[in-house]
Nanobody, 123 residues
Framework: QVQLVESGGGSVQAGDSLRLSCAAS????????MGWFRQGPGKERDIVAA????????YYANSVKGRFTISRDNAKNTVYLQMNSLKPEDTAVYFC????????????????WGQGTQVTVSS
């Protein structure tokens, strides 16, 4: 069982930056691929970025490439999402998720989810 707790959301202006953190419980964090997803009002939950368990592979949705950076610190059981040059269309609830022993961008492949953190970007 893995418990995930996101933090770092908030309300910002367009062009600002935020860094989301996701702290994971358990001793096997390094064996989980991690992903950040977001869900806007009335929209489906979509992948934003993903990172492999231990070899540093990453994936970014086209809409955030060049602006967002996913990283992880396995010693701290934490995954981060650095978000720069934020836009109003980035407004959503952001979720982190863990997938055991795999690097995946499929929502259904993730085993554990956090409760989400709200990011609001105003113009």
């Amino acid at each position: 069982q893995v418990q995930l707790v996101e933090s770092g959301g908030g309300s910002v202006q367009a062009g600002d930056s935020l860094r989301l953190s996701c702290a994971a419980s358990g001793r096997t964090f390094s064996s989980y691929g991690m992903g950040w997803f977001r869900q806007g009002p009335g929209k489906e939950r979509d992948i934003v970025a993903a990172i492999s368990p231990s070899d540093g592979r990453t994936y970014y949705a086209n809409s955030v490439k060049g602006r967002f950076t996913i990283s992880r610190d396995n010693a701290k059981n934490t995954v981060y999402l650095q978000m720069n040059s934020l836009k109003p269309e980035d407004t959503a609830v952001y979720f982190c998720a863990a997938a055991a022993l795999r690097f995946t961008i499929r929502t259904a492949a993730y085993d554990y989810w956090g409760q989400g953190t709200q990011v609001t970007v105003s113009s």
